[in-house]
């Protein structure tokens, strides 16, 4: 059965994307999953990866991929669910397809709002779901705000995955997030044949840390709080990943954690322990153990 993942938190920097994009590499690469990837950020950071990945991949300038998918948003791009079509996927590997983010998005919030409020991903997947089952997992990734957008991959996902950076504010945000979810529960009624009303939402937020590291008093605090909140409340806070040299490759240059850890300066005690720690870490998020 497809499972949908959104991740977000209304607050820039915390790595969304990053954990976003090696985590469906390593259910891919790692596990042997399909997984489709949509970018419904209009910074287009996850879109600017995976075209890193095609250029790589199978040639071609980057700037003109992005060029020609950009003159086509329609045919390839979370546009076309949003006008309530279906976008055609871009086939990155064998196991992985991507449906390109549109920069122009927030010019259609008046329209989206007033003709399919917060449905139109819904629609999408449920006029769609036969062809979306040959997918494992379905990634979102969202902008840092609480847009129409963002409320539609919140309104689908299966899951809500939480990225909390070292930041004093995160765990208010983190909140905040939690109870928009219980708030869309709680409006989001649909009739059941019997006349009950159930909710649409199905997803509860987990949240997971990022760029951790003990480098200073500060940030080995900030762990412990985390790891704290880890015993009091497991099935919200549930694991985070380490600050290391992988992360800011993966970033700069698009190549997943997946095909770091294979190459030469991967193969230290020390980075085999970070991966190690890494995988973890995804199978926690995914459900994989």
């Given at each position: 059965m497809t499972e949908i993942y959104s991740t977000n938190i209304a607050i820039g920097g915390s790595g969304k994307t990053t954990i976003t994009f090696n985590g469906?590499?390593?259910?891919?690469?790692?596990?042997?999953?399909?997984?489709?990837?949509?970018?419904n950020d209009p910074t287009l950071a996850l879109?600017?990866?995976?075209?890193?990945?095609?250029?790589r991949t199978y040639g071609g300038n980057l700037k003109e991929l992005l060029k020609a998918v950009e003159e086509h948003p329609d045919q390839y791009t979370v546009k076309a669910i949003f006008e309530g079509g279906n976008p055609t996927p871009i086939k990155i590997t064998d196991n992985i397809d991507f449906i390109p983010g549109y920069a122009k998005l927030n010019d259609m919030a008046g329209e989206v709002t007033k003709k399919y409020n917060r449905k139109a991903m819904y629609l999408w997947v449920l006029k769609n779901r036969e062809q979306l089952k040959k997918y494992d997992y379905i990634l979102i990734d969202t902008h840092n705000d609480e847009s129409i957008f963002t409320q539609n991959a919140l309104l689908v996902a299966d899951e809500i995955i939480a990225v909390a950076g070292v930041d004093e504010i995160v765990y208010d945000k983190i909140d905040n997030l939690v109870d928009q979810i219980e708030d869309f529960k709680s409006v989001e009624l649909v009739p059941t044949d019997s006349g009950e009303l159930i909710s649409l939402v199905k997803a509860n937020v987990r949240a997971v840390g990022n760029k951790f590291s003990k480098a200073t008093k500060e940030k080995k605090n900030f762990i412990e709080e985390f790891e704290e909140k880890m015993k009091e409340n497991p099935d919200l806070f549930i694991g985070y990943f380490e600050e290391r040299k992988f992360f800011a490759t993966t970033k700069l240059s698009g190549e997943p954690l997946t095909r770091l850890e294979k190459k030469k300066h991967g193969q230290s005690k020390s980075d085999k322990e970070f991966f190690k720690r890494t995988w973890e870490v995804y199978n926690k998020i995914y459900k994989l153990n």
């Open positions: 469906g590499f390593y259910l891919a690469d790692i596990m042997g999953k399909k997984v489709c990837f949509l970018d879109t600017n990866r995976m075209m890193k990945i095609i250029s």
